[in-house]
T-cell receptor, first 115, second 113 residues
Framework: EAAVTQSPRNKVAVTGGKVTLSCNQT?????MYWYRQDTGHGLRLIHY???????EKGDIPDGYKASRPSQENFSLILELATPSQTSVYFC??????????????FGAGTRLSVL | QQKVQQSPESLIVPEGGMASLNCTSS?????YFWWYRQHSGKSPKMLM???SNGEKEEGRFTVHLNKASLHTSLHIRDSQPSDSALYLC?????????????WGLGTSLVVNP
């Protein structure tokens, strides 16, 4: 089974501070994704990547940057964290492009609180 | 407006009972569906997928798909307390380069012992 590891698992940040969430996958999947999950909104796509060096904007990219330095690693960066970014963040990887039957494998999640 | 609607929002069934969950998309470009299960405090994990019309069974779980109505349903027979979780429906919208995965808000299932 695909292994996706996120760090940290919990994070408390101050408003205006910089936060970096990290994700590592060991199954050589091309595609990686960052989602946030909030009650009433479900899973919302922030950024995704088709491979090393590529990042694409998802549905709610404002206030977030992403970085994919290698096949295995995909980071989500909050340059100036705001309380509205308090959420649970999930990283996921997938073994095919959107247009095919692409199952996503999720990491355990990072619970971020911005005070 | 959610393009993937799930019903009911919450469901309580007794242990050993049948749970039936529904998912419908209003996006005519949807072609594939998945059901993911998310236990409390955990991450979503793919439970079943269905890509063509008809029915698919895996153990206690059966999924149906009607592509004409863009409706899928998940049925869990002999429900167990360990089945208590949030069930998320995901649909693939095939719009060429703008293909995307659309998520429903989920059905919260509680199986009472």
């Amino acid at each position: 089974e695909a292994a996706v590891t996120q760090s940290p698992r919990n994070k408390v940040a101050v408003t205006g501070g910089k936060v970096t969430l990290s994700c590592n996958q060991t199954n050589n999947h091309n595609n990686m994704y960052w989602y946030r999950q909030d009650t009433g909104h479900g899973l919302r796509l922030i950024h995704y990547s088709y491979g090393a060096g590529s990042t694409e904007k998802g549905d709610i990219p404002d206030g977030y940057k992403a970085s994919r330095p290698s096949q295995e690693n995909f980071s989500l960066i909050l340059e100036l964290a705001t309380p509205s970014q308090t959420s649970v963040y999930f990283c996921a990887s997938g073994d095919a492009y959107w247009g095919s039957q692409n199952t996503l494998y999720f990491g355990a999640g990072t619970r971020l609180s911005v005070l | 407006q959610q393009k993937v609607q799930q019903s009911p929002e919450s469901l309580i069934v007794p242990e050993g009972g049948m749970a039936s969950l529904n998912c419908t998309s209003s996006d005519r470009n949807v072609d594939y569906f998945w059901w993911y299960r998310q236990h409390s405090g955990k991450s979503p994990k793919m439970l079943m997928s269905i890509f063509s019309n008809g029915e698919k069974e895996e153990g206690r779980f059966t999924v149906h798909l009607n592509k004409a109505s863009l409706h899928t349903s998940l049925h869990i027979r002999d429900s167990q307390p360990s089945d208590s979780a949030l069930y998320l429906c995901a649909a693939h919208s095939n719009v060429g380069d703008n293909s995307k995965l659309i998520w429903g808000l989920g059905t919260s299932l509680v199986v009472n012992p």
